[in-house]
T-cell receptor, first 116, second 117 residues
Framework: TQLLEQSPQFLSIQEGENLTVYCNSS?????LQWYRQEPGEGPVLLVT?????EVKKLKRLTFQFGDARKDSSLHITAAQPGDTGLYLC????????????????FGKGTLLTVNP | DAGITQSPRHKVTETGTPVTLRCHQT?????MYWYRQDPGHGLRLIHY???????DKGEVSDGYSVSRSKTEDFLLTLESATSSQTSVYFC????????????????FGPGTRLTVL
């Protein structure tokens, strides 16, 4: 199993602050996805990054894929209480064509709390 | 929202009893997955299915079995529940995107909270 390390594990900040969370691996990703999970619900996809060095923006969220495709970061500008949740990164495992395709391996997540 | 339902949403059972969780989808997606989520461990894949009657193990499959007799339903069975299987269980679905496989998105159900006493 190729591990994904997410940091920090917990983050509590005040509304309006900026923050960055990280997702790292010792091996190259074919692609990386970021999900957000709100309490009592399942994860929801935010973005997929595929190309080394790629940067994607989703309103106040900026996602970056490392040049070597071994790491990714999520930066939130001016955090709001609605950003509170568990942020999960996941790598796509494209195995053999017999059925190992389309498995995701998740990191343990960063639990973000944005206080009003 | 993707049409995924899980039943039951909550269940309390005793050690040694069999338990079956159901995932139902209305999206006609090919792939279905069962995960468990525990504090400090994140989401871990139990089993997945890549078609009717086609299933494979994930990273934490011991003590679990699955069945998929039709596209829309994926059942997870705990033959003899143990306290270590107390967890929140999520079902997910996805569709093959061919050359766009790298962008494959998984859609998750609302989860089932299982407590084994």
């Amino acid at each position: 199993t190729q591990l994904l390390e997410q940091s920090p594990q917990f983050l509590s900040i005040q509304e309006g602050e900026n923050l960055t969370v990280y997702c790292n691996s010792s091996s190259v990703f074919s692609s990386l996805q970021w999900y957000r999970q709100e309490p009592g619900e399942g994860p929801v996809l935010l973005v997929t990054v595929v190309t080394g060095g790629e940067v994607k923006k989703l309103k106040r969220l900026t996602f970056q894929f490392g040049d070597a495709r071994k790491d990714s970061s999520l930066h939130i500008t001016a955090a709001q209480p609605g950003d509170t949740g568990l942020y999960l990164c996941a790598r796509l495992n494209l195995g053999d064509s017999g059925g190992s395709n389309y498995k995701l391996t998740f990191g343990k997540g960063t639990l973000l709390t944005v206080n009003p | 929202d993707a049409g995924i339902t899980q039943s039951p949403r909550h269940k309390v059972t005793e050690t040694g009893t069999p338990v079956t969780l159901r995932c139902h989808q209305t999206e006609n997606h090919r792939y279905m997955y069962w995960y468990r989520q525990d504090p400090g461990h994140g989401l871990r894949l139990i089993h997945y299915s890549y078609g009717v009657k086609d299933t494979d193990k994930g990273e934490v499959s011991d003590g679990y079995s699955v069945s998929r007799s039709k596209t829309e339903d994926f059942l997870l069975t705990l033959e003899s529940a143990t306290s270590s299987q107390t967890s929140v269980y999520f079902c997910a679905i996805s569709e093959s995107l061919g050359r766009a496989a790298s962008y494959n998105e998984q859609f998750f159900g609302p989860g089932t909270r299982l407590t084994v006493l």
